[in-house]
Every structure is written in structure tokens, then in C-alpha cells.
């Protein structure tokens, strides 16, 4: 009798088993803080000027439709570019190389181009188109990136890399208000700097890491009704999924809530001198509270193997901090919370990053599924705007804001203890 041979699991599906080095850590890092800088630079300084330079007395009502219309593209943009992403194959001189790089380093070139054709807007509608499509490269890039954590890095150290993948997330703001405040003038050479630092940071690591092909035999096709289909992933069959997406959605609507404002909070509300300084060294505070958490509970909670636990707490954290700001909007609240709010997300970031890749249905879907995840990061920075322009226009302003922010924020964490197959 013949002895049963199984199929071996092709190096693009299998469980990573070898722990990554500084050096890759290093460049996705880099890659990510490329990415951030280009998302929330933007978000947080150059569309706020940008628009208020347009149309200042609608201001408020300008930015949210503008970041709201770029969030919807990046709803659709992350899961559709992770689907094709995980039936990539690019073969060059008979050699084939893998799914996720060449979506790294195209989605890189073509938001770059995006932010320059954006720096060249003067009204809202050009302003508009030109986000939007900045936003559809960026997250194409954003959904090989993150696949790369479970594509590469075992179980056991992926909260502690995703601390330090999470971390761009603020410290790319940090540079990036850098950037545009005291090395750069003017609001277009803000973008142009942006442009420029997304292709120097982003492109090394798709160019010198590792990146496994996937084999023909196990490409299915990509058919425009499957693509839809694939965009639902089933409550019922998958309720951990479910539940993790649920988490983040809330958490990260809390986040849209409290911070799209921000800029404005301390100039109407604070009646801070200088705003846009006082929002840098908001900025700067948030990130030193996320640095000082984000690795160092990763690390925790590989050695311990929890995650639930994590999230719990970073949610109460940031609840407390968004209370702070509706009851007293001051300038010494302002930094007691910048800093807790900076600390609870770096816990939430790490962990949460590793808990949702132990809860992904399939290998060969990842940046699919993870795109779908991500639906959870964009859909509050449609929903955002939708929801607090008229909280801070007719309904109680930024105090009714911020304590909204944390109901939702803390609901949000509370349902990780949903989640069944991660303790």
C-alpha cells in the first residue's frame, strides 16, 4: 500500500513559524510611518488650512464632507485591493515574485502623484476629487502592508511587532506637522514634503524584504460577483471575525469623533493663542503616551498569550480621557488627556492588531479579510464627520462631542469579550 503524501502548504499560506528580525521590523516600520504621514498629515493640518483658505465661514461643514468622501473611497479601495492583492503574481525574467510588494510600492508612486495634483487644488470640489484619490492609492498600499504582519510573523511575537507597526500610526502625524510647520512654508509645499516622504520611507521595504509568491494552483479567480461576495464575511460561520470587526469599528469611531476637530476644539472651545502650535504639542504628547505603551504591552500580552484583557483597559483609558475634554476644555486638561488618550491607544493598537490576526477565516484571503477589517478603520471616518459636525453645530458642541467619544469608545472595547477562540 502506498503511503499517503500530503500536499505540501505553499510558503504564501503557511503558518510563519521563524521570528523577523530588526531589520525587517525596522522597514516596515519605516513603511508604515511613510503611509501615516500621508493619511494624517493632511487630515490634521494641510485639508483643514487648505479648505479654511477656500471657504472659511463653512469651514466645518467643508472638512467633513471632503474627509468623509475620502473615507467612503477607502471603505471600498482597502478590501477590493486586498482581494487582488492575495491573487497577485508578478513574473519578471521567468522568475516569479509575490502578492503584497508590488501593491506596497505601486499604491507608494501613485499616492505620492495624488498628493501633488492635491497641492494644486484652490477649490473644494478639486480639493474633494483629489483626496479621494489619494485616498483609493494609500489604501492599497495599507492592505498588502498589513498583511504583511501575519504573511511573516508568528503568533508569539505579534502584538509586540504590531506595537512597533502601530506606532507610526501617531509618531507619522508628529513628523509630518514637523515637516509642514518648521521645515516646510505653504500649504503645497506641505504636500509636496508628504509625497516625498511616503517614496523614501515606503519603497525600501518592498524593494529588500522577502515577499512569497503563491502558486498558480492555488489562485482562484477573481470574478467581479466574487469579489463582492467576498466583501461580506459571515456573522454566523465566523463570529469571532464578526465581533473583532465590531471592536474596532466602535473604537475607531471614537477616535474619528475626538480627534477630526482637534485643530478647531482648541481655537473656538480653548481659545488657545496659537492652535495650530498647541496641536503639535498635543500631537507630540499623544505619541510619547502611545510610545511608552504600545511595544512594552505587546510584549506582555505574547508572554502571557491574552489579548482581551488589553483592549478592555485601553478603552476605559481613552473613555477617561474624551470625559476630561467635555468637562473641563482647558489647556492643562487638554494635555492630561492627550497623554492618556496617547497611552490607551498604543495598548489598543498592538494587541488589537495581533487578536484580529488569530480570528482571520482563511491564509489564503488574508489581505482580503484584513481589508474587510479595515472597512472598520474607514467607515468611522465617513460616519465621523456625518456625526460630529452636527453635535458641534446644534447639539451641545464639543463637551456633547467628547462624551459621546467615550461612550463609544468604551462600548467598543467592551465587546472583545465576545471574542471566543482568543483568551
Known amino acids: 500500500m502506498t503511503a499517503f503524501t500530503p500536499t505540501p502548504v505553499p ?30 498629515t493632511p487630515i490634521q493640518i494641510l485639508l483643514p488650512q487648505q479648505i479654511e483658505a477656500i471657504d472659511a465661514s463653512n469651514k466645518e461643514t467643508m472638512l467633513a464632507w471632503v474627509t468623509g468622501f475620502g473615507a467612503l473611497a477607502a471603505v471600498l479601495a482597502n478590501p477590493i485591493s486586498g482581494a487582488l492583492s492575495d491573487r497577485t503574481c508578478v513574473r519578471i525574467g521567468g522568475r516569479e515574485f509575490g502578492r503584497r510588494h508590488i501593491w506596497t510600492a505601486g499604491g507608494a508612486i501613485a499616492g505620492a502623484a495624488a498628493l501633488v495634483l492635491l497641492a494644486q ?15 483609493v492609492c494609500l489604501n492599497a498600499m495599507l492592505a498588502s502592508l498589513t498583511a504583511g504582519v501575519p504573511d511573516r510573523v508568528p503568533v508569539n511575537q505579534r502584538a509586540a511587532v504590531a506595537g512597533w507597526v502601530g506606532i507610526p500610526q501617531a509618531l507619522g502625524l508628529v513628523v509630518g506637522a514637523v515637516l509642514v510647520t518648521a521645515v516646510v512654508t505653504g500649504n503645497a509645499n506641505g504636500y509636496m514634503a508628504m509625497a ?5 520611507l515606503a519603497l525600501p521595504f518592498a524593494l529588500r524584504t522577502a515577499d512569497d509568491p503563491l502558486p498558480r494552483e492555488h489562485r482562484t479567480p477573481l470574478r467581479p460577483r466574487d469579489l463582492a461576495a467576498g466583501l461580506w464575511v459571515s456573522p454566523r460561520k465566523y463570529p469571532d471575525f464578526a465581533w473583532a470587526w465590531g471592536t474596532r469599528f466602535l473604537v475607531q469611531l471614537g477616535n474619528a ?11 473656538d472651545k480653548v481659545h488657545y493663542a496659537n492652535p495650530e502650535d498647541g496641536l503639535l504639542v498635543l500631537i507630540l504628547l499623544y505619541t510619547a503616551g502611545m510610545m511608552a505603551t504600545a511595544v512594552v504591552s505587546g510584549k506582555l500580552s505574547d508572554r502571557s498569550g491574552r489579548r482581551k484583557i488589553f483592549v478592555i483597559w485601553s478603552g476605559v483609558i481613552m473613555a477617561v480621557a474624551a470625559l476630561l475634554l467635555a468637562a473641563w476644555p482647558t489647556w492643562t486638561t487638554a494635555l492630561v488627556a492627550a497623554v492618556l488618550l496617547g497611552a490607551g491607544y498604543g495598548v489598543y493598537l498592538a ?21 474587510v477589517i479595515n472597512i472598520a478603520n474607514s467607515a468611522p471616518q ?6 460630529s459636525a452636527p453635535i458641534v453645530v446644534y447639539l451641545g458642541g464639543y463637551p456633547t462631542l467628547y462624551a459621546v467619544t467615550a461612550a463609544v469608545t468604551l462600548l467598543g472595547s467592551a465587546l472583545v469579550v465576545r471574542i471566543r477562540s482568543v483568551p
Request: net charge positive; with cysteine; hydrophobic share 65%.
Open 11 to 40: 510558503a504564501a499560506l503557511a503558518e510563519p513559524t521563524v521570528r523577523v528580525d530588526r531589520s525587517w521590523i525596522a522597514l516596515i516600520f519605516c513603511a508604515n510611518l511613510g503611509l501615516w504621514m500621508a493619511f494624517f
Open 121 to 135: 487644488q484652490h477649490t473644494i470640489l478639486g480639493v474633494a476629487l483629489a483626496w479621494v484619490a489619494a485616498q
Open 196 to 200: 516625498v516622504a511616503l517614496l523614501v
Open 257 to 267: 469623533l475626538g480627534t477630526l476637530y482637534l485643530l478647531f476644539f482648541l481655537k
Open 351 to 371: 494587541v488589537d492588531a495581533a487578536l484580529i490576526t488569530q480570528v482571520l477565516p482563511a491564509a489564503t484571503n488574508r489581505a482580503k479579510d484584513l481589508g
Open 382 to 387: 465617513v460616519l465621523g464627520p456625518a456625526i
